[in-house]
């Protein structure tokens, strides 16, 4: 029905926006006993509070509202520095900001929200907030209670309120604003204004015509009373006279409004804002003096406005506008729809390389001029489609803040979560997968890689370990690095496991790195005492796999007693790569072109895997013997040297075709067991092309290398 | 001669307000000059500000075209909203007056 569509794309902004905001709090509360001036921070922990009250009450989920509310009052405190933020109070919000999330989760699963009084955890959670509160608001009345900003005793608003056309169709509804402002005080008078509603004939059914005057009277100041209309002030003309006001101000705001003065007049005097008499005493001098008179009046009158008001107003302003530069930078949009563009800019790719072809074949020069504009422009197409998809890491980095602090409490240890690289952009998908390795990388720094402070005392380290957190692009890549500042990896251990494990030959040379990589093999673990966290090793091969199947590898160094630093490299996409074709008898594979580091002609001796790159060992590959590729190698074959984390290798192809763009097709599960190639991509003449696993192919290439120097030594 | 009546069922909300502005316009349409139109609301499960307008526009259109708008029946939802925006006094016996 198109209801559930509507509200729940509504709905769906709310809970979205409502983690974010949730992320924001963490993040300030994680950084707010590191800052010498918390103050901003905390504004920010307020701020976000305290929208997620006001868009909550918006959908009536009374549960958050409760809930939130009582947050939001200690944070209150805090910020005027009744109650300090210690580090017991950030524990406490950041178990409430938990808490508040499963409440959005509940609402997104569409769930009977749960009175969090009612709940045990809900319950705990408001009693140590209430801890903080004492002596103010009594358990019972704090959904009711409005936050108690005004002093002194409650006072009698004028609130006008016109709402624009759209509000009924960008899926507001008057009705709730005016439930909401209720909650904030009492709703002594209202009328509805149906002046503007015309006959059914006329009548736009989904535009909204309605105004309505109301006299409230509340102990809330005015920002208060502005912020409940927050979000439709763009589409809501909002006068508020405040209580004490002349009858000036409300001939002014008479003055104002579309319907007539004596309407008017007369709906004020039935609000009880004024009564008939002033009205038509104040009304006669308005008509009496000339119209001009009245711009002046209305610029005295804002000078008789209480100072505080005006601030108020300023600042509500200033933010306002800020939050809307913010929105405008930003534009929602369905991963659905990005994923159907990137699809279709890859056949793009693919009918381009067709086009061309034909354009060579038949050597038409100006079609051929033509189509290398067109290539052109689809080759910026591509990169700003593939761009749309790019987020950066940070987000994916803050998250972790939250997992050092908890863990590091739970283990007893002093751990600080070092963040570099943040603005480093990657593929969306690619982030959303790498979360779970990363988190299993991060939690093993901390449990095995930090030392014991005793541990670190003894080698002079400071007493708080540091896991860091790195990103950065190289050559095509993403790479990322979790670093500890611990006791770094014990080589004979691991090596003594490997041996008794049976994954190595007793009396085999391995370097560091082939020691190190055996954490990373199934079953393998060195921990000496399991935690409740994870034995290191436990779960690193499912690291290994996850990130093996993102097309990416993972690497580990290590230096005695200094530390431990996993390097995890990823494709920066897994959509669209610049390829570099080679030829291979008949068949054409893809090297990733920002592998590729040079082509030279093939030379070298009979037999040997290895060429002399300027002075240099180059070991290569035969993709011909690597594939079983039939028919004669031709009479003059080339070396693609391909670059790979700081090392090199050779592939061994008959001709080398160029550049070309690559939509990359995953191979089919058949083929899932076929190492070195990476997946499949479509030639222009609609030929399919393998695409190669240099990661993969570059470890045989140093096994091979490797034997062949163990076979000679 | 008892009057005829329109009686809408479920949601008086945004997402129903073309359709039933539709439906009540033909429904007064085929009101006689000089009668009354009887709105039942007793079964409106739902109602929102564009059921609310929909009700001013119709009571409009009634007066204008000489006709009159009662409502014979209001479901506990439609009171709470008639009550929340102080109209209920409007739509009652002398539905007739625009003001």
């Known amino acids: 029905m198109a209801k559930d569509i509507n509200l729940d794309q509504v709905l769906q902004t709310f809970i979205v926006e409502a983690r974010e905001l949730l992320e924001d709090m963490e993040a300030a509360l994680l950084r707010v006993a590191d800052e010498a001036d918390p103050r901003e921070s905390i504004n920010a922990i307020f701020r976000a509070a305290h929208t997620i009250k006001g868009s909550s009450g918006l959908f009536g989920l009374d549960a958050i509202v409760a809930f939130t509310h009582v947050a939001e009052s200690v944070l209150d405190r805090v910020r005027d520095g009744a109650v300090a933020l210690d580090e017991g109070l950030v524990a406490l919000l950041l178990a409430c900001g938990d808490y508040i999330g499963r409440m959005v989760d509940a609402v997104e699963r569409t769930e009977a929200q749960a009175d969090p009084h009612a709940d045990p955890e809900g319950a705990a959670l408001l009693a140590r907030l209430q801890a903080y509160l004492a002596p103010c608001a009594a358990p019972a009345e704090v959904a009711r209670a409005a936050a108690p900003t005004a002093a002194g005793g409650p006072a009698r608003w004028h609130l006008s309120l016109r709402f624009g056309p759209d509000v009924l169709r960008n899926g507001m509804d008057p009705l709730s604003f005016i439930r909401y402002l209720a909650t904030l005080g009492q709703i002594e008078h209202l009328v509805t204004i149906p002046d503007a509603v015309p006959p059914l004939e006329a009548l736009d059914p989904e535009g909204c015509c309605l105004g309505f005057e109301i006299a409230f009277v509340t102990t809330v100041d005015k920002a208060s009373i502005e912020n409940v209309f927050e979000f439709v002030i763009d589409d809501c003309a909002l006068r508020i006279v405040p209580p004490g006001s002349q009858v000036a101000r409300y001939i002014e705001l008479i003055h104002s409004l579309p319907e007539g003065p004596s309407r008017l007049g007369e709906i004020l005097v039935r609000c009880g804002s004024v009564t008939a008499h002033e009205l038509e005493a104040a009304l006669r001098v308005q008509s009496e003096s000339a119209p001009e008179r009245r711009i002046g009046a209305i610029l005295a009158e804002q000078g008789t406005v209480a100072p505080q008001v005006v601030e108020a107003a300023l600042v509500r302003q200033k933010q306002a506008k800020e939050a809307r530069g913010a929105e405008n930078q930003s534009v929602r949009v369905d991963a659905d729809k990005l994923d159907r563009l990137i699809n279709l800019v890859g056949e793009l790719i693919i009918a381009t390389a067709g086009a061309n072809l034909v354009a060579k074949r038949t050597r038409n020069l100006e079609l051929m001029e033509r189509n290398s504009t067109l290539a052109d422009l689809v080759e910026e197409v591509r990169d700003s489609a593939l761009q749309l998809r790019m987020v950066k890491i940070g987000a994916t980095f803050n998250r972790f803040k939250r997992v050092v602090h908890d863990v590091a409490r739970e283990l007893g240890k002093d751990i600080e979560l070092a963040v570099s690289g943040e603005d480093t952009e990657l593929d969306k998908t690619v982030v959303e997968k790498i979360g779970d390795p990363l988190m299993h990388l991060v939690r093993n720094a901390m449990d095995h890689g930090i030392d014991s402070p005793e541990r670190r005392a003894e080698r002079g380290k400071p007493a708080a370990g540091t896991v860091s957190l790195n990103a950065f692009h190289d050559s095509g890549s993403i790479v990322i690095q979790v670093s500890d500042d611990g006791g770094g990896l014990d080589r004979e251990r691991i090596l003594a496991k490997g041996l008794e494990r049976g994954l190595v030959e007793a009396g085999r040379v391995m370097s560091d790195a082939e020691v190190y990589a055996l954490i990373f093999e199934p079953g393998f673990s060195t921990a000496e005492q399991i935690t409740n966290l994870s034995g290191r090793g436990v779960g690193m091969d499912v690291v290994r796999r996850n990130i093996e199947a993102l097309r990416g590898n993972v690497a580990i160094a290590s230096e005695p007693g200094r530390g431990t630093t996993v390097t995890v490299r990823l494709p920066l996409t897994l959509a669209i790569i610049n390829g570099f074709q080679v030829g291979v008898g008949k068949s054409v594979f893809v090297v990733p072109m920002d592998m590729v580091d040079e082509c030279i002609e093939f030379s070298a001796q009979t037999g040997q895997d290895y060429t002399d790159l300027r002075g240099q060992v180059l070991p290569f590959i035969r993709l011909r013997e690597l594939f079983d590729v039939p028919g004669r190698p031709a009479a003059r074959q080339n070396i693609v040297v391909v670059k790979h984390a700081g090392q090199k290798f050779g592939l061994v192809v008959d001709a080398l075709m160029g550049e070309a763009q690559a939509v990359i097709k995953p191979l089919s599960r058949m083929f899932v067991q076929v190492r070195g190639i990476s997946g499949s991509s479509i030639l222009g003449s609609g030929d399919v092309a393998l695409i190669l696993d240099v990661p993969v192919l570059m470890q045989q290439a140093q096994l091979g290398r490797g034997a062949a120097a163990h076979a000679a030594s | ?99």
């Open chain 2, 1 to 99: 001669m008892t009057s005829p009546t329109f009686r809408i069922d479920g949601e008086l909300t945004i997402y129903r307000a073309a359709e039933l502005a539709g439906a009540m316009k033909a429904a007064l349409a085929a009101v006689a000059d000089g009668g009354a139109l009887e709105l039942d609301l007793s079964e409106v499960a739902e109602m929102d500000c564009a059921g609310v307008q929909l009700l001013l526009a119709a009571r409009r259109s009634a007066a204008e075209s000489g006709r009159t708008l009662r409502l014979s029946g209001r479901s506990a939802a439609v009171d709470e909203v008639l009550a929340t925006l102080r109209l209920d006094g409007h739509f009652g016996d002398a539905a007739g007056a625009a003001h």
